[in-house]
């Protein structure tokens, strides 16, 4: 079946430097979904990439999938306390024409303090 | 209106109770789902509503009984749990394929 690995596991910045996790598929994804955990939170839902090789920013988030739709990063730039969580990347899957999310394992960022 | 919510936010019960999880949405969203998250884990996937019927089961025990009784609410039924049960509950939504909404969770302690 379809893997979705993502790595680093943890991340640990110091306020204001950068941060990027990365998701690799086993499989080229016809989308990639990337979502938010706050600690003691639920996952939120930030953004779906879909054409080969695009990148989008919402403020100091920049997303981007790889031209051969297998791979995705996230990279915050100059992060802030409000950044801290864990980032999941997910793909879809379709089995006998049931849809289903295949998660990451998440990166956890953490500001040193 | 993006929000779906669940109840109870905490749950403690015993192996040897019954008690039931509760989501509802008001998205007009025709996939529902259930999933468990243990600790530094991402979501693990219990089950898939489609329109209302059960679409997937993920081999989950049979002391997890989801029910769709419309297209708004889903619940899940707990019998018998074990320790090891104990984990956040997520309901999520979502538009057929599309980007899925969770709930805020039910953090379940089974003693």
């Known amino acids: 079946g379809q893997q979705v690995m993502q790595i680093p596991q943890y991340q640990h910045v110091q306020e204001g430097e950068d941060f990027t996790t990365y998701c690799n598929s086993s499989?080229?994804?016809?989308?990639i979904q990337w979502y938010k955990q706050r600690p003691g939170g639920h996952p939120v839902f930030l953004i779906q990439?879909?054409?080969s090789g695009e990148v989008k920013k919402q403020k100091r988030l920049t997303f981007q999938f790889g031209e051969a739709k297998k791979n995705s990063s996230l990279h915050i730039t100059a992060t802030q306390t409000t950044d801290v969580g864990t980032y999941f990347c997910?793909?879809?899957?379709?089995?006998?024409?049931?849809?289903?999310?295949?998660w990451g394992a998440g990166t956890k960022l953490i500001i040193k303090p | 209106d993006t929000e779906v919510t669940q109840t109870p936010k905490h749950l403690v019960m015993g192996m040897t109770n019954k008690k039931s999880l509760k989501c509802e949405q008001h998205?007009?969203?025709?996939?529902m789902y259930w999933y468990k998250q243990k600790a530094k884990k991402p979501p693990e996937l219990m089950f898939v509503?489609?329109?209302?019927?059960?679409?997937i089961n993920e081999s989950v025990p049979s002391r997890f009984s989801p029910e769709c009784p419309n297209s708004s609410l889903l619940n899940l039924h707990l019998h018998a749990l074990q320790p090891e049960d104990s984990a956040l509950y997520l309901c999520?939504?979502?538009?057929?394929?599309?980007?899925?909404?969770f709930g805020p969770g039910t953090r379940l302690t089974v003693t």
């Open positions: 999520a939504s979502s538009r057929n394929s599309g980007e899925q909404y």
């Open positions: 998205m007009g969203h025709r996939a």
């Open positions: 509503y489609s329109y209302e019927k059960l679409s």
């Open positions: 499989t080229t994804l016809s989308n």
């Open positions: 990439l879909v054409k």
């Open positions: 997910a793909g879809p899957w379709w089995e006998d024409s049931n849809y289903q999310l295949i």
